[in-house]
């Protein structure tokens, strides 16, 4: 009995696995759109990004807070999905929109 007791006790102590979340973003960079793509895993605490532009792909360490994201230059508002790129040398500051996107995968 007290074995079972133990194991339950285990079991409901045990953190919820998320899957990951799927965003598409878009910056406006000074007046022209800047798409992105990124996949957010809360419990590896990543963020993996691709930029169509270019074709460049990152996976960084990524923070999860209550109500924000924060990786590499980048923060998230985890309500609205908004998303900032702090300014870097002299590249300013930009804001886009994120949205949630179902992948849709063969296998």
């Given at each position: 009995m007290?074995?079972?007791?133990?194991?339950?006790?285990?079991?409901?102590?045990?953190?919820?696995?998320?899957?990951?979340?799927?965003?598409?973003?878009?910056?406006?960079?000074r007046?022209k759109?800047?798409?992105?793509?990124?996949?957010?895993?809360?419990?590896?605490?990543?963020?993996?990004?691709?930029?169509?532009?270019?074709?460049?792909?990152?996976?960084?360490?990524?923070?999860?807070?209550?109500?924000?994201?924060?990786?590499?230059?980048?923060?998230?508002?985890?309500?609205?999905?908004?998303?900032t790129?702090?300014?870097?040398?002299?590249?300013?500051?930009?804001?886009?929109?994120?949205?949630?996107?179902?992948?849709?995968?063969?296998?």
């Amino acid at each position: 009995m007290i074995r079972i007791g133990l194991i339950s006790t285990a079991l409901l102590a045990a953190p919820a696995i998320a899957a990951p979340v799927n965003l598409k973003c878009e910056f406006d960079d000074r007046g022209k759109a800047l798409p992105m793509e990124l996949a957010l895993d809360e419990d590896a605490a990543t963020a993996s990004f691709y930029w169509p532009l270019t074709g460049t792909a990152v996976k960084e360490r990524a923070n999860f807070l209550p109500n924000q994201v924060l990786f590499s230059t980048f923060t998230i508002d985890r309500a609205s999905l908004q998303i900032t790129r702090a300014e870097i040398s002299e590249i300013p500051t930009i804001t886009g929109q994120c949205a949630i996107v179902e992948i849709k995968r063969a296998f």
